[in-house]
């Protein structure tokens, strides 16, 4: 049998979070705290600002004419379109025999307006020969206009007069639709029906996807130089799983009472009805992501942290890879100053390790009568503990730390509950 499908969905909404996270109060947030005017002095409070005074500059309270100059903004975008996903699948279905079915197909799709937050007050990377003089003070116009925050004092880095909007700092708009991401798969199904006391699953994907940005909450890093080159940021996605087999099974023991084998008294009561069950993973990590300082001296270059460079592969061998030590950290170095990282958002061959998980149960029915049956079942999670290994987002995929390249995350460790259950 053969099988050709596709659709195309979109999402239920338009993917806006109003978390305070996106939103502050309303739809515009001002969230510049100001010591003071910068001081000469580097590395010291601005002159009329210290710490036990840290709103020495004011807070703005907005009214019906405020143009929030000076400050910055996150407003809704009106021409928000809603994220959809294509869906396409072929695929070819062959029944072996009365209890043996075989599937094989390709399964892809592509999400069109991906959402994610996005500055529209970025510095242009063009502007990176400027070097140091990204960061000098020079004079500002707007002093005497702006009377409150870093632009109400007579200089102002060069950065900010280089913004689309110099007016404003910070300009984000929140859940923008500007990205894409692509999945395509080859799938292997093989089902076998009950017989013989046994049923069984198996599925196998080998799969890639590809997109130029993450939806937010991911836990990831977002994307970079987002608003001039979204595709500066193309790479694996971070749920991306190359290969990935799963099994599961249920097997009825032939021994007991309408079984293969039907031993009685004692020995009947002790081997009888019982059925063995369970659930196997076996997978590829998840992608890295490998972060940095932003050196590049653009305002708003990163909406979160920054990356830096690859100098080489940094996949090791695989007998000299351990906890300590799960790749060559030299590989990675922090870009030097006022230059755009070689390196990509999420790491192309470097990933978590690979999971290898049993889940199984173990079910002995009793029947009392013909109403009643008391079922005892043993489950075990994890059955050889393997726990799920991941370097994380933190500390460890981050150059120069001391934990960088260390693994200090496991979870889903060995875990047995035992139960007896009545039904009737």
Wanted: a positive charge; hydrophobic letters at 35%; zero cysteines.
């Amino acid at each position: 049998m053969v099988r050709v499908s596709a659709g195309i969905f979109y999402a239920p909404n338009d993917s806006l979070n109003a978390g305070t996270s996106d939103w502050g109060n309303g739809l515009f947030l001002l969230n510049e705290s100001i010591l003071g005017a910068p001081n000469p002095i580097p590395n010291t409070p601005p002159v009329g600002g210290s710490w036990s005074n840290p709103f020495a500059g004011g807070l703005v309270k907005p009214n019906r004419t405020t143009t929030f100059e000076g400050q910055n903004v996150r407003a809704y975008n009106r021409g928000h379109v809603v994220p959809y996903v294509s869906n396409w699948s072929f695929n070819i279905q062959r029944q072996i025999s009365p209890t043996l079915l075989i599937e094989a197909g390709y399964v892809g799709n592509k999400i069109t307006h991906l959402a994610q937050n996005r500055f529209y007050n970025q510095n242009d990377p063009l502007l990176l020969p400027l070097g140091p003089a990204l960061l000098e003070q020079v004079p500002n116009p707007y002093f005497g206009k702006i009377k409150t925050g870093s632009l109400s004092f007579p200089t102002v880095q060069r950065r900010q007069l280089l913004r689309p909007f110099p007016q404003f700092l910070q300009v984000l708009l929140p859940r923008d639709g500007f990205g894409d991401a692509h999945y395509d798969s080859f799938q292997l199904r093989v089902d076998k029906q009950y017989s013989r006391g046994l049923t069984l699953t198996a599925a196998y994907t080998n799969s890639k996807t590809i997109g130029n940005n993450f939806e937010s909450a991911t836990g990831e890093v977002g994307s970079q130089n987002a608003l001039y080159n979204p595709n500066y940021s193309r790479a694996l996605s971070t749920n991306d799983v190359p290969q990935r087999l799963v099994f599961g099974y249920m097997y009825e023991l032939p021994f007991g009472r309408k079984r293969q084998f039907a031993p009685n008294g004692l020995l009947g009561a002790i081997i009888g009805n019982w059925q063995l069950g369970g659930v196997t993973v076996m997978q590829k990590g998840l992608p890295l992501r490998i972060a940095a300082p932003d050196n590049t001296g653009l305002a708003d270059f990163a909406l979160n942290v920054g990356r830096g460079n690859r100098l080489k592969d940094p996949v090791l061998p695989k007998d000299q890879r351990t906890t300590d030590r799960w790749f060559d950290t030299t590989a990675f170095a922090v870009a030097p100053p006022f230059t755009m990282p070689n390196d990509s958002l999420i790491q192309p061959r470097l990933r978590d390790p690979g999971r290898v998980n049993f889940d199984t149960s173990l079910i002995r029915n009793q029947p009392i009568k013909e109403r009643y049956n008391v079922q005892f079942r043993a489950e075990f999670f994890n059955v050889f503990n393997h726990p799920f290994l991941s370097l994380g987002t933190g500390s460890s995929v981050t150059v120069n730390t001391p934990q960088f390249g260390k693994i200090l995350t496991g979870t889903a460790p060995r875990d047995i509950q035992l139960g007896i259950r009545l039904v009737f």
